[in-house]
Structure formats: C-alpha cells, structure tokens
C-alpha cells in the first residue's frame, strides 16, 4: 500500500476515530520493543499554542546544532508535514515502512488514526540518532498515546473549554488530564500566566520541578520589533516572532524555558535561541498573506473561543485599510457562537461554510446558522454549502486592500491556503 493506502486503512481499524486510552498502544508499543525516541524528550501540551511552542522549541535547538525529531498534528496539506527530522518532512516511504512494522506487531489490538501515527513518529525517531525529540500532545494529555514516553521536560501551553466532552466541563478538570504529561521529579513549564489550582496541585503531589510564567520567567513586547525574555535575574532582548502576539510571546518564552530546563551546560546560545525565534514557525497561524490583488488574507486555526480572541485582538490592533470579510466554518462540537462573538466588532461581512464535506464532525451551513442567526442579525452574512464556495465568494467581492479573515477550522485554513497559493 502506498501512503494514501495506509491512512484510510488506519481510519477504518478502529471503530470510532478518537478513543482516549493507553492500554492498546500501550501493548502494541510493548511488541514493537523498546522505544527510545531520542537522547531528550520534551512533551507539549495545551489547549492553544502547543504546536507553535513545540515549532520554537525545534528551531532553537535546531539553530544550536542539534539533531531534533519534530511530531505535531494534525496537518493541513500533507500527512508528512506530523513527522520531521531536522526540519524535514519525512518521506512517504519512511512512514509506510513504520506503518507495516506497527501492523505486522499489532494482531488483533485495534489502534486510532492518530496512534499509528504517533508509534510511526516514535519508531522513525529512534531510527535517526536525534539529540531531542519534541512531541506535541493530540488531546488532553494523561491518556494520550504522546505519554507512552516519559518526557524529560514537559510543557503545558494554556488552558482553556475545548474537547469537554472528552477531557471535561471545567478549566480545573481539563488541567488534571493535560497534567498527565508531567513526571515525577522532573521538570514543568507552565506557560500561562494563571495556570488553573489543579495543575499547581498534581506538580506539587509527584514532586515536579514547576517552572511559571510570570514567577520564575517572563516576556515583555518591547520597542523597534524586539521582545524581552527574563529568567534568574537575565534578561534577553530578542527578535519578535511571527505572529507578534501576546501568546506568542509566551509560546516562545516557555520554548527557551523548556529547553534550558534540559540542564545542557551552554545550551542553547543566545545566539541560537535568537535565530530559533525569528525563522520558526507553522502555517495556519495568525498567517497574513497579501495576493497579486492586493488583497489581505490572514488565515488562522483558531477553533475555540480562546483562539478566537487572540485573534480578534490582533485584528483590533491591526485594523485592515478597507474592510473585512470572515469566512468561517467549524466542527458541529465546537461553541460556534462563542467563536464568532469575539470577531464580531472586527468583521463587516460575513461568509459562512459547511464542512460536512471535508468531515464527518463537520456541521452543515443551515445548522450553523440555527446557532448565530441572533449573533448575525444586524450584520451582513452570506451562507455557502463549502468553505470552497464562501472563499470564491469572498475573494469575487474582496478590493485591494480590504482583509478576507479565515478561522474555525484545521479544514478550513487549509482550503484557504489552497486558494491564495
């Protein structure tokens, strides 16, 4: 089988396309044998900013020499993007290889699409002689198949109300599952500002070495495109990243928190630590792109109402020359209305989309507008069957320089990717 081949076997292996649990990779990681992704493992959790954070961590310890594996998800052109080694996707063949070693261990164990990805990660890691592994958490993070590996640092980015049908009604309860990724002993970044009682609890019950924002390091924006991070009385000037966000800020200050909680003697630079902030990064991410129009795209993953209002806070500080049009489209188990209120003040027009097309989680245009019709009453709005349909729509009516703003979806900046590129 060919990739392709692969990862629609794997979608129908299991009977369900997500089932939290460690038992069953578990055993089929025991068969595979001992599974050492890499001479340091930092693990990434978090409801927003993980994956970014985990971008940092790899670019600044790329940027120092290291050799580093990189597992992030989901993707949003090619599968290959979850796995790379030293800031390469892996080849198709690479993972097909990793996937008939996983199929030939597993018998009659069933596994999720995400972990036989996650066991190909691992096996493609430990082939390659990595000084660092970084591994973002899928979801939550103590039943995670992620946590099959004892983490040497682990960071919790934020959290906030998303997945509650699976991790929990409250910010405490969603905490206690993400802190399943910290170790005994060892350390934790905690990249939030107020980090929720429960994870402050659970460090202090297994003796984790807590690392805080806001105590124990810091970023502060600064002037002429620099940002500050301090830790134990240094501080360093550095070059803002991309998006220059609050949040992003303080993905990049718990990336060098991370990695200088690996305890290397000299590791990483300052050196390497700037050239790690300024190129890293992930597409789908507050990405502002402006086409031969003249058009202005920002593009973004945004999928719960925290990611929602960072980003209608960019856009507030970022006013757009002309005026704005959203085109949005979510899963059906996504708080819509609360992920479209915060953009509400930032957008003129608004261009709603199905995705029962692109998911069997997607929610349809007509049901989506069940939810919002009050929100959107005293706003212009247009419903289309597909994000394909709504961002043709958007770019036939968009002027140079009026914005054209993609959120609510992994799905849905992927095709507004496709349509600007």
């Known amino acids: 089988m060919n990739l392709q081949e692969w990862l629609e076997h794997q979608q129908r292996v299991h009977p369900t396309d997500m089932e939290l649990g460690l038992d069953r ?23 927003n900013g993980k994956g970014s954070t985990a971008s940092m961590i790899d670019g600044i310890a790329r940027a120092g020499g290291w050799r580093v594996g990189l597992y992030t998800s989901p ?65 939550g993070g103590r039943l995670d198949a992620v946590n099959l590996i004892d983490a040497d640092v682990a960071v919790i980015t934020t959290v906030a109300l998303d997945h509650m049908e699976h991790l929990g009604n ?3 309860t969603i905490a206690r599952e993400k802190g399943g990724i910290m170790r005994r002993i060892r350390p ?25 924002a806001g105590k124990d390091f810091s970023a502060t924006m600064g002037f002429g495109g620099k940002w500050r991070y301090a830790a ?61 129009d003249g058009v202005e795209w920002v593009i973004d993953v945004a999928h719960n109402p925290q990611a ?14 002309g005026s704005t049009q959203a085109v949005f489209a979510a899963l059906g188990d996504k708080d819509i209305p609360n992920l479209i209120g915060p953009l509400l003040t930032c957008v003129d027009v608004w261009r709603l989309a199905g995705l029962t097309d692109q998911s069997p989680r997607g929610i349809s245009v007509e049901d989506m507008w069940g939810q919002v019709a009050g929100l959107l009453s005293r706003t212009l709005s247009s419903r289309h069957a597909t994000v394909d349909d709504a961002l043709a729509q958007a770019r036939q009516q968009a002027q140079r320089g009026d914005r054209i703003v993609v959120f609510g979806s992994f799905f849905t900046a992927a095709s507004a990717l496709d349509e600007v590129k």
């Open 25 to 47: 990779v578990r055993a089929v990681a025991a068969k595979l044998g001992p599974i050492k992704p890499a001479k340091r493992v930092i693990s990434v959790a978090g409801t």
């Open 75 to 139: 993707h949003l052109k090619r599968y290959n993007e979850r796995v790379r080694i030293d800031g390469r996707e892996v080849e198709d063949a690479s993972l097909v290889a990793a996937f008939e070693r996983i199929e030939a261990a597993r018998g009659g164990i069933t596994l999720t699409y995400f972990e036989y990805g996650t066991l190909a990660a691992l096996l493609l890691f430990a082939a390659a002689d990595l000084d660092l592994a970084v591994l973002e958490v899928g979801l």
């Open 170 to 172: 409250d910010r405490e």
């Open 188 to 212: 934790l970044v905690l990249a939030e500002l107020d980090p929720p009682d429960s994870l402050l609890k659970m460090a202090d019950q297994i003796g984790a070495k807590v690392l805080r």
């Open 232 to 292: 134990n009385g240094e501080n360093l000037d550095l070059p803002t990243p991309t998006p220059a966000t609050t949040a992003q800020l303080g993905n990049a200050a718990a990336a060098i928190t991370a990695l200088r909680a690996l305890n290397v003697e000299g590791f990483p630079s300052d050196e390497a630590i700037r050239d790690g902030v300024s190129t890293s990064g992930l597409p789908g991410r507050l990405q502002r792109i402006v086409d031969a």
């Open 308 to 321: 929602a209002r960072e980003l209608s806070q960019w856009l507030i500080r970022n006013r757009a020359a």
